[in-house]
Nanobody
Framework: QVQLIESGGGLVQAGVSLRLSCTAS????????MGWFRQAPEKEREFAAV????????YYTDSVKGRFTMSRDNAKNTVYLQMNSLKPEDTAVYYC???????????????????????WGQGTQVTVSS
């Protein structure tokens, strides 16, 4: 059974940092592009960050550029989202997603779309107070 399990969320004050983790099980994800999406209250889920299978390429939505860093440790089947200088508008449920194994990155256009991913985690809540 393939699972993606997110952790690291919580309630924090604006300006601090959090690191989210997403650990995969059931198959290896070392050849999968991995993404982070988020869903704020009463809003649709949106793309936040993506990383290529090797970890050499990352891409971020404009609102998190310079503050969030996505990384991965393929030996641990885990991806991370380091979130610095958090703002109240970062409040959301954060979801980890995995693309099909072996599908190349080839640019961000497809990977900002939910339908490009075939496995999703249950999400972890991040709440940033002002």
């Amino acid at each position: 059974q393939v699972q993606l399990i997110e952790s690291g969320g919580g309630l924090v004050q604006a300006g601090v940092s959090l690191r989210l983790s997403c650990t995969a099980s059931g198959r290896t994800f070392s050849t999968s592009v991995m993404g982070w999406f988020r869903q704020a209250p009463e809003k649709e889920r949106e793309f936040a960050a993506v990383i290529s299978s090797s970890g050499s390429i990352t891409y971020y939505t404009d609102s998190v550029k310079g503050r969030f860093t996505m990384s991965r440790d393929n030996a641990k089947n885990t991806v991370y989202l380091q979130m610095n200088s958090l703002k109240p508008e970062d409040t959301a449920v954060y979801y980890c997603a995995a693309g099909p194994p072996g599908t190349p990155y080839y640019g961000s256009r497809s990977w900002i779309q939910e339908q490009s991913y075939d496995y999703w985690g249950q999400g972890t809540q991040v709440t940033v107070s002002s």
